[in-house]
């Protein structure tokens, strides 16, 4: 029998495996990026929607809190863009490209969606409901960062040292934003407000002025996650209560 402590770290890594294997599975289906962008998320709806009925927890998709959905976007916007502002403004140094959606293809707006979409069903999924004290959440939430982390920089085209310690705080505040919010809208909007201020800074070579107050912006960008996650961890509600809604 699993000891009760360690279940929810076990499921959620056993879960992360799942996952590797669909998108493999996916991708020996189709070699066609369209197909795969179609097909992956459905698979991810379909193993959430299996999770949810295994744990017998409710999920946090209310419509009544489908605003925050808007405000997370807002606020991954504003985590992506801040530091590359930050950067430029310690240097003294002229912002030359200005971000704009018409650099944009329609097609690409709804395929970050879709890409942010599965991403959020893999790991804010029901299984985080198992912890059910806040300091329960908060141990799972560094551990689901690590996860995502670990993910994302078994991709070649990510440099480990560069960019881990960001994608750690990232999982870490997308799972802490599930917890506080109590609903799947808000980490979903931050992570699709910030990858798609990521595609817009990189096709307008935003952040590449050459000088060197980008220089700073790796620390900047850490130090924005760092305040975004003490922020929601401020408003949290202090009450120690189950996730799982009677």
Not at 88 to 101: A, D, Q
Not at 107 to 115: E, L, N, R, V, W
């Given at each position: 029998?699993?000891?009760?402590?360690?279940r929810?770290?076990?499921?959620?890594?056993?879960y992360?495996?799942?996952?590797?294997l669909?998108?493999?599975?996916?991708?020996?289906?189709?070699?066609?990026?369209?197909t795969q962008?179609?097909?992956?998320?459905?698979?991810?709806l379909?193993?959430?929607?299996?999770?949810?009925?295994?744990?017998?927890?409710?999920?946090?998709?209310?419509?009544?809190k489908?605003?925050?959905?808007?405000?997370?976007?807002?606020?991954?916007?504003?985590?992506?863009?801040?530091?590359?502002l930050l950067?430029?403004?310690?240097s003294?140094?002229?912002?030359?490209?200005?971000?704009?959606f018409?650099?944009?293809?329609?097609?690409?707006?709804?395929?970050?969606?879709?890409?942010?979409?599965?991403?959020?069903?893999?790991?804010r999924?029901p299984?985080?409901?198992?912890?059910?004290?806040k300091?329960?959440?908060?141990?799972?939430?560094?551990?689901?960062?690590?996860?995502?982390?670990?993910?994302?920089?078994m991709?070649?085209?990510?440099?480990?040292?560069?960019?881990?310690?960001?994608?750690?705080?990232?999982?870490?505040l997308?799972?802490?934003?599930y917890?506080?919010?109590?609903?799947?809208?808000l980490?979903?909007?931050?992570?699709y407000?910030?990858?798609?201020f990521?595609?817009?800074?990189?096709?307008?070579n935003?952040?590449?002025?050459?000088?060197?107050?980008?220089?700073?912006?790796?620390?900047?960008?850490?130090?924005v996650?760092?305040?975004?996650?003490?922020?929601?961890?401020?408003?949290?509600?202090?009450?120690?209560?189950?996730?799982?809604?009677?």
């Amino acid at each position: 029998m699993i000891n009760n402590k360690l279940r929810p770290y076990i499921f959620q890594l056993a879960y992360v495996v799942i996952g590797i294997l669909i998108l493999i599975s996916v991708g020996l289906f189709s070699k066609n990026l369209s197909t795969q962008k179609a097909l992956i998320p459905v698979f991810f709806l379909i193993g959430y929607i299996c999770l949810a009925f295994f744990f017998k927890g409710k999920v946090y998709w209310r419509l009544g809190k489908i605003y925050l959905l808007a405000i997370g976007f807002v606020a991954g916007a504003v985590i992506q863009s801040a530091p590359i502002l930050l950067s430029h403004f310690t240097s003294f140094s002229k912002l030359m490209f200005l971000p704009s959606f018409y650099q944009m293809a329609v097609i690409s707006i709804f395929f970050t969606f879709f890409t942010v979409l599965w991403e959020e069903l893999w790991f804010r999924n029901p299984i985080l409901n198992l912890a059910e004290s806040k300091k329960k959440q908060i141990k799972l939430s560094i551990f689901t960062g690590l996860l995502f982390a670990t993910i994302h920089v078994m991709n070649p085209a990510i440099n480990l040292l560069h960019d881990a310690p960001e994608l750690f705080l990232a999982g870490v505040l997308l799972t802490v934003s599930y917890y506080a919010s109590r609903s799947f809208w808000l980490p979903l909007g931050l992570h699709y407000g910030n990858n798609i201020f990521s595609s817009l800074i990189e096709k307008t070579n935003f952040n590449a002025a050459g000088n060197a107050g980008f220089n700073n912006e790796l620390f900047y960008r850490w130090i924005v996650l760092i305040i975004a996650i003490v922020v929601i961890f401020l408003f949290w509600s202090g009450k120690r209560e189950p996730v799982i809604e009677n």
